[in-house]
């Protein structure tokens, strides 16, 4: 059965351990919300040390992830529907095993360099196509390809470095389910509900 849990403003560690602890009132009329996979720690604080060590101003206020909805403006009014259609699409999933190993880059499209996903990938493929659907249905502005950013909009030089650096990164681990997260007003992402597979 899928468990939804509530995620403490500001928590860390696993969400799936998480309780209740925030009172649902007093949010704004419209909420920016992200849907990702989470990286564990070590890995996760690694990544995101790596981010901090090349100046990448993001590299605290944006917990390490894989991306399943970018960043999306919706209604507070919407939000039940909303965890309704996230929880439907976790229990339509099972855990996986994912492998993120390699660096990889969008430039010069994009100036991001990453950490490729080399298993798991097609999971997160079909997990992003269920969840961009019904109350969360929208366009990407860039074809969907699963991946772990390191370095975002920082000088050549630096994603240069960070580039090398994530061709040696290697990180196994199973993914037990999703987080929905919330882009607060301190302009910090931060986890809010999980959803576990079936």
Do not use: N
Request: charge should be negative; hydrophobic fraction near 40%.
């Amino acid at each position: 059965m899928t468990a939804l849990t509530s995620l403490p403003g500001g928590g860390s560690g696993s969400p799936f351990a998480s309780e209740r602890s925030e009172a649902e009132g007093g949010l704004p009329e419209v909420v920016t919300i992200g849907v990702s996979v989470s990286v564990p720690d070590p890995y996760g604080s690694a990544i995101q040390d790596a981010r901090a060590g090349h100046g990448d101003p993001l590299a605290r206020s944006i917990p390490t992830h894989v991306t399943l909805l970018p960043p999306t403006e919706v209604p507070a009014a919407e939000l039940a529907k909303i965890e309704e259609h996230l929880a439907a699409v976790a229990r339509a999933h099972r855990p996986f095993r994912m492998l993120l190993q390699g660096g990889g880059t969008f430039r010069p499209v994009s100036p991001v360099v990453f950490v490729r996903v080399e298993e798991g990938a097609q999971e997160c493929r079909l997990l992003e196509a269920d969840i961009r659907s019904g109350p969360l249905a929208r366009e990407l502005a860039f074809p969907y390809h699963p991946h772990v950013t390191v370095a975002h909009g920082l000088s050549e030089d630096a994603l240069d470095q960070a580039y090398e650096q994530a061709k040696g990164f290697r990180a196994a681990f199973r993914v037990p389910g999703f987080s929905l997260s919330r882009f607060d007003a301190d302009e910090v992402w931060r986890p809010w509900r999980a959803y576990r597979f079936c």
